[in-house]
């Protein structure tokens, strides 16, 4: 079974001083997929087998996607017989989702050749030990999460944009190192209210103004590159409005225009930042 899974932004980040059980900050999470996209490939096998294309920087066995399959299997009551292949085109450490992206997506396709539907609870019940993120990529269309940013509010419907994503040259801190900033003194998030609506209503000019992501600072207060990304982008001709997503690197820009996103990506990737030009989408099954 092959998936092509998109890697995702936060049109909305709103991180919450308080805590659940297990230590986590409250986080509510509205996301949409990219048109960007990894390919994840499943075969059945004597035994569990992982590869990535380029390779990954840790060993396999410390990967989402192998901590994905050895506890969907666990969790189904069989062995974790099955070949993994993963061709990765989104950056890491970007705040596009990638590992999150491969797990999901891996859960979704051995859910498929165990005969098991991706949303099933345990599956569901799975995604959300491996990753916070990892859920929303069992299924990926605009959806507001919440809980840890893991648990699924509901889905929404969003029209599809010209983005920009852009990626600057230094690296950026974790995600942990992120959050640990944050409590050093962010603050508490607006309300995604008029960001929801703005949704509904399909206008690119009020989505773009709704843009929201209080973790953001702090991902800048580590990568300052990345604030400079993120303004840069907002002073482009055609960009409506731009973000850094998630715990960064990466900022998008809403653009009003296909060609202006590939005017925006153009100029970038001369500046010497990674950049692409693409789009959001009502679905992963759009494109993938």
Known sequence: ??????????????????????????VDSLMVPVALC??????????LAASFSP???????KSGVWRAATMLAEALGRKPRARVSVTRRIPGSAGLGSS???AGAALAALAGVWGVDPLDE????????????????????PSFYVGAGDVLERTLAAPELPVALVMPRAEGGSTPQAYAEFDRGGREPDDPSLLIAALASGDPRAIAAGLRN???????????????????????????????TGSG?????????????DAVAAE?????????????LGSATEVC
């Open 38 to 47: 990894d390919t994840v490939v499943v075969e059945e096998a004597a035994e």
């Open 100 to 102: 999150s992206a491969d």
């Open 214 to 244: 209080n973790l953001a600072p702090a991902a800048v207060t580590l990568c300052p590159e990345a604030g400079e990304v993120e303004r840069w982008l907002r002073g482009r001709p055609g960009v409506l409005g731009a973000q850094v």
């Open 122 to 141: 345990r599956v569901v019940s799975v995604a959300r030990r491996v990753g916070a993120d990892v859920a929303f990529f069992l299924d990926p269309r």
């Open 55 to 61: 390779a990954l920087s840790i060993p396999v066995e």
């Open 1 to 26: 079974m092959t998936v092509e899974v998109p890697c995702k932004v936060n049109l909305y980040l709103g991180v919450h001083a308080e805590r659940d059980a297990r230590g986590y900050h409250r």
């Open 249 to 261: 690197t990466c900022s998008f820009a809403i653009c009003e225009s296909a060609a202006a996103a």
């Open 268 to 280: 970038a990737t001369s500046r010497g930042w990674q950049s692409w030009s693409t789009k959001t």
